[in-house]
């Protein structure tokens, strides 16, 4: 097994944040490329939090050595907010941790990946080689530096600690189990039991599947959006798909548009679609064209500009030794009904989180990355996230709560995985949807710390 090095603190400053929060802001210089320490460094920030006590005799307070438990955000590509606009984190608190809210690498403050940031590194194999270091063998490694180095002077019965992933936060977490299991005290995973496949195209068989049915859901609790839908879609076809731009330059396609349908995962996401729909078709209906306000709020839905790496990099994060060649536009072709130029008289379908060749046309900031892009899609050398073995032998007590309605994480492929992972348990629910760990929190937590503190009957 690989030996990490600890990361090294570059600087570390605190302040109190409403609520009784203490909050630290780190820098870290974790290596670039594990495989190649020695090639160069790269700057990792995350937040940490506790409580801010307030002693009577602060002369008489301690040091307290808190275990801590690390969050990792879904993704891939997603910053980390700041720790007070997390519901989970006082309670997190209140059980005796203090947490660190990583950025991952490439997201928020972590040396972030943008089309310039990206294009500063060289032309564009060198580009695409340097994205190759951004999945989760390489977080994890980053994970185990900084755990070091934040437990240097704990006890070596405290070194270890927690770990809370939500969505491909759990799928990082797997790929801890699988590597550098000595690290983890324990580990909870909400959404985030990743299909363990050599590549993606089985994954998106099964969550077109269920994209056809939150459509259905979403025409049964507003079937006048049927009419509504159609009237925009007819309208982006008769003015020249693309020919209309939203706020951020980038191109208002039928095929652009239909991405709302990504909200459809979401708690309250068929609530969100149908108000921009209401507002888009009484725009056309009064005005005979869409105004500033239904182009920015279809901007705002799909802000993939602002992730690169999810567009970049969420087909290889399935990856195991094969290419993805563009798996979730090759597999639509299986599904009919979301043929885009269909003539007959069915609903206009809506498509989820999927990822397009045609999205690095109509969205301003990925145009400027379509060859890279492409040079991912056809590479078929990468690493293994997993070791199966491992995990077959795990021995870190594992809480994970997974939804039967998922959209983004199959539910069937996720009970796979869980029987895959010795010492795990698995909390199911028909209920709740994939970002339950923040609309859910009190409930989804409470049963994954049930998970654990809880005894067979």
Known sequence: MQKIAPAKIVSSKSHVVAGRLKVTEHFFDVPKDYSKPDSGTIRVFARSVKKNEVPIVPELKEKCQLPWMLYLQGGPGMRCQSPQMYPVTHLILEKGYQMLYLDQRGTGLSSPITASTLQMRGTNDVQAKYLKLYRADSIVRDCEAIRKVLTADYPEEKKKWSVMGQSF???????????????????????????????????????????????????????????????????????????????????LTRRRFRMLGLMFGFHGGLDIVHDIILRASYDIESFGHLTRGSLSAIDRAMPFDEAIIYAILHEPIYCQGEAPKWSAHRVIEEYPVFDLEKTDDSHVYFTGEMIYPWMFEDYSELRKLDDVANMIANDSD??????????????VPTYACSYVEDMYVDFDLSMETARKVKACKVFTTNVMFHDAVRSRMDEVVRQAFALRDDVLD
């Not at 099964?206 to 979403?218: G, S, T």
């Open 169 to 251: 936060g759990g799928f990082c977490i797997l790929s801890y189990l699988s590597f550098f299991p000595e690290g983890l005290r324990e580990s909870f995973l909400f959404g985030g039991l990743a299909p363990i496949t050599a590549g993606p195209d089985e994954v998106y068989r099964r969550l077109y599947n269920k994209l056809i049915q939150r459509n259905e859901a979403y025409y049964n609790k507003y079937p006048e959006d049927i009419p509504r839908v159609k009237t925009i879609h007819n309208y982006l076809k008769r003015f020249g798909d693309g020919k209309i731009k939203l706020p951020s330059e980038g191109n």
């Open 382 to 395: 990468w690493a293994d996230l997993y070791d199966e073995e491992q995990l077959a032998r795990n021995q």
